[in-house]
């Protein structure tokens, strides 16, 4: 059984815009979502031959973060985390991920600094 890496790979703060939640007015006028992803990746073959290509490329990640926040609305944000964390998984060295999903504008009827969600994905393996 192989030992699972400690090495880890974050981006924070991934500002996208989105139509996602219950009410109808979140759908039709959309807000801002931030994300925050963690990856669990072995970075011993990237830092030894430094080369991109042995490494997630953490910029056409964010891209396809962005993309799939900005894309297909759902209702609930437990449901982005976890497509969020479904495109993360999609990278070959990527062994886990961990999404925050930030909602700071929620239609919540009280002053407070924002709402999040964060979830730990690890990418199944054939046994």
């Known amino acids: ?61 964010v891209d396809r973060v962005k993309a799939a926040v900005e894309s297909d609305p759902v209702d609930l944000i437990e449901t982005l985390a976890a497509r969020i964390a479904d495109v993360a998984l999609t990278g070959d060295r990527v062994e886990w991920a961990r999404v925050t999903v930030h909602k700071p504008s929620a239609p919540i009827q009280a002053t407070f600094a924002d709402v999040t969600l964060s979830i730990t994905r690890t990418k199944r393996t054939e046994q």
């Open 1 to 61: 059984m192989t030992q699972p890496t400690t090495d880890e790979l974050t981006v924070t703060g991934i500002e996208c815009f989105g139509h996602h939640g219950v009410f109808d007015f979140e759908r039709r006028e959309g807000q801002v979502f931030v994300v925050d992803l963690t990856l669990g990746i072995d970075t011993r073959q990237a830092a030894a031959s430094d080369d991109l290509a042995d490494t997630e490329h953490y910029g056409v990640l």
